[in-house]
Structure formats: C-alpha cells, structure tokens
C-alpha cells in the first residue's frame, strides 16, 4: 500500500518537481541550443489536491488518460490549465476532448480524427502516435506508414497536426531507449519532408516531439524531444493503471 499522505505532500511534491526541472535543464544542455522542453505533469489516478501543488508551482500543463476522470478534475480546477489528452481515445468520447484540450497525443487512425475533427475558429492541435516497437500492447502507427495517417488525418480541416508522440517499451537501463528516440525524431523529419512536398502551406506547424516518461525523459531530452510526459517521477506510484 502506498502511504497517500506521505506521497502528496506538499514539501514531498515541490521537491521532486524541482528536481525534475533540474534534470531537464541539465539534458537540454546536454543536448546543446535552447529549444524548450514542455513538461507534461501526468495526472492521472492523482487527486486534485496533489494537481493543485504543482499548479501553484507554475506548472500548467497536465496530462489525463480518461475522459471521465479527466472531466471531473478540469472541473475542480482553475481553467488556465492546459489539458493534455495522452490515452487511447475510443471515437464515442472523442468530441468531449475536442473541445477543451490543449493536445491530443494519441491520434493513430481515421475514425478517431474524423470523432475530433468539428466545425469552429480554433483547431484542435493533435500528434501523430507512433508505435516504435510495434508492440501489440500499445497505440500508435509504424513509422512507415505516419504519411498515410498524415494525408488521412489532415482531410479533417478542424484538426491540425503538430507531431508525433511516441512510448517506447519498458527498460530498467535508460539507454536502451536511445535508439528509439532517435527513431521518432527521424520520423519526424522525414513527415517533414514529406509534407513540406506535398503540402508546402503546412510545414512549419509540425515540430513537437512528445517523447520521454519518468524512467527516460533525460534521454529523450538529449535526443530532442520537446514535451515530456512525467507521472510517476512526480507524483509517485499510481494505484490503478492502465
Ligand atoms: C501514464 C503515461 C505517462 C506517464 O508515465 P510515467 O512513467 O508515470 O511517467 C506518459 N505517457 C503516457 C502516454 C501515459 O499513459
């Protein structure tokens, strides 16, 4: 069992988020230049009150991976904040995130872009989910095929693609993560390309690489990533899951 009050209290959580901001910082000068790297505090299964010690941080980017938790909470909290859909999305519950969303990380096939895709001024931004090691467990498409999805998905005139996401396997050394990193951020470059032939108006908006979790993210840092999505590194163990 996990100690809840022990794993949210305050000093508890401000100390690791400082931590991690020191060991972003440290990768991204690894990593040389100054692009900047997102943090993506992963809420889920945390409670609001934990959500709340690290807003009042500064932090203002959260990630959810249910859409009824995730509704229950942004309803509890100010509305600065903004929501990062980082689950598997089933289409029947797609347009509740459309709409309030900041990013939708997990956009893999046509009918969850065609459940997102709505008629109004501003697009819902979303990436492209890759499955880097086509494991049967997780979401995503394989590299190869991210210029089908890529022509599927902006048919959808309210969406707008800003990158790829994508989650590598488990690994207790770190390192063993490296290849895949390297592998998203080639991907990425070479939508790029593709895109900037095929659609030249668009270019410019497909930059973001959400890539690194709490086991990884120094690595993904130094291989270019520029979200990551932290959970457990923050708020401790998670008592369900997904
Ligand atoms: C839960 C989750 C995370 C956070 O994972 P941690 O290992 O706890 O940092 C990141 N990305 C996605 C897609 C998740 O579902």
């Known amino acids: 069992m996990v ?3 022990e794993q949210y209290q ?3 959580l401000l100390k ?6 020191r060991r972003i910082d440290d990768a991204r000068e ?36 249910y859409v009824q938790e995730w509704q229950d909470k942004a309803q509890a909290l ?21 709409d309030s969303v900041a990013l939708i990380h997990s956009v893999d096939r046509k009918s969850v872009a065609k459940a997102l ?14 499955n880097l090691a086509l494991q049967d467990t997780k979401g995503g498409v394989a590299a190869e095929k991210l210029p089908q999805l890529f022509d599927l998905v902006s048919r959808y005139e309210g969406l707008r693609v800003r990158g790829l996401m994508g989650m590598p396997p488990y690994a207790d050394d770190p390192e063993d993560n490296r290849i895949y990193f390297r592998r998203l951020r080639k991907a990425l470059s070479d939508l790029q390309d593709y895109v900037e032939r095929k659609y030249p108006e668009r270019r410019e908006i497909l930059s973001e690489l959400s890539m690194g979790m709490s ?9 270019g ?4 999505r932290l959970g457990t590194i923050l708020f401790g163990k998670r008592v369900y899951d997904d």
């Open 30 to 65: 690894r990593r040389g230049g100054d692009a900047p790297v997102e943090l993506v505090a992963v809420s889920k299964t945390h409670p609001v009150e934990a959500i709340k010690v690290l807003y009042d941080a500064g932090i203002r980017s959260f990630g959810e991976s």
């Open 78 to 98: 100010p509305d600065d904040i903004d929501w990062h859909f980082v689950g598997r999305l089933q289409s029947n519950k797609a347009r509740f995130v459309a």
């Open 215 to 223: 086991n990884d993210f120094e690595v993904a840092v130094e291989e």
């Open 117 to 130: 895709n709505r008629r109004s001024d501003e697009k819902v931004n979303v990436l492209l989910q890759v």
């Open 10 to 12: 305050k000093e508890a």
């Open 225 to 228: 990533a520029t979200i990551v």
């Open 16 to 21: 690791r988020l400082d931590d991690v901001r």
């Open 3 to 5: 100690d809840q009050r």
